[in-house]
Nanobody, 122 residues
Framework: QVQLVESGGGLVQAGGSLRLSCAASGGTFSSYAMGWFRQAPGKEREFVAAISWGGTPTRYADSVKGRFTISRDNAKNTVYLQMNSLKPEDTAVYYC???????????????WGQGTQVTVSS
């Protein structure tokens, strides 16, 4: 089973950008759909974006469409989340996830990383 490690979180001002990375090991990365979720304090974990094993299709939450971009490099066993025009409401712990299918109504992965904190100051 693949293991996931996120990196790239931090503190950024509103309007700024961050790129999160998720490195996978121990499995066949290229066979997994991958996704990003986030959980803000006091709120439930929510879907952010997902990408199929081959790079397309991709899916996004309405709240991040046009601002965030998910991509993957199967040669590097890594999935990315480019986050632009960040808002204070984007503040959350961001989790990388593997498994599931982007073709289904709900993207439900079964493997999770430990998360990385993203804080957007106003």
């Amino acid at each position: 089973q693949v293991q996931l490690v996120e990196s790239g979180g931090g503190l950024v001002q509103a309007g700024g950008s961050l790129r999160l990375s998720c490195a996978a090991s121990g499995g066949t990365f290229s066979s997994y759909a991958m996704g990003w979720f986030r959980q803000a304090p006091g709120k439930e974990r929510e879907f952010v974006a997902a990408i199929s094993w081959g790079g397309t299709p991709t899916r996004y939450a309405d709240s991040v469409k046009g601002r965030f971009t998910i991509s993957r490099d199967n040669a590097k066993n890594t999935v990315y989340l480019q986050m632009n025009s960040l808002k204070p409401e984007d503040t959350a712990v961001y989790y990388c996830a593997a498994g599931g299918s982007v073709y289904r109504t709900d993207y439900i992965p079964n493997i999770w990383g430990q998360g990385t904190q993203v804080t957007v100051s106003s």
